[in-house]
């Protein structure tokens, strides 16, 4: 597993743009956000939650993967004609 680390350039841009930064790369985006900013926004306040949280995600991206997703127009338009 990789464990990657924070240069000093990125701790002071976190400090001073309140713990979230976006970063373009070669006209890639990035954000990188410190854990308060990711749990404020995500709204899992305790270690519990955020577990669940980031197993849902997890779960999601292998259902992407795995092809089991619909394009949201689709699930749209069925709404509409219940």
């Known amino acids: 597993m990789i464990?990657?680390?924070?240069?000093?350039?990125?701790?002071r841009a976190l400090a001073q743009?309140?713990?979230?930064?976006?970063?373009?790369?070669d006209?890639?985006?990035?954000v990188l956000m410190s854990m308060e900013v990711y749990r404020d926004m995500m709204g899992v306040g305790t270690d519990a939650e955020l577990s669940a949280s980031l197993e849902a995600i997890q779960e999601?991206?292998?259902?992407?993967?795995?092809?089991?997703?619909?394009?949201f127009?689709?699930?749209?338009?069925?709404?509409?004609?219940?």
């Not at 464990?3 to 701790?11: A, C, D, G, S, V």
């Not at 743009?17 to 790369?25: A, K, T, Y």
């Not at 006209?27 to 990035?30: A, D, F, M, S, V």
């Open 17 to 25: 743009s309140h713990g979230l930064l976006e970063v373009d790369e």
């Open 60 to 71: 999601g991206l292998a259902d992407i993967d795995a092809g089991r997703t619909r394009p």
């Open 3 to 11: 464990k990657p680390r924070l240069t000093e350039e990125q701790r």
């Open 73 to 82: 127009r689709d699930v749209l338009a069925e709404l509409e004609n219940e």
């Open 27 to 30: 006209g890639r985006k990035y």
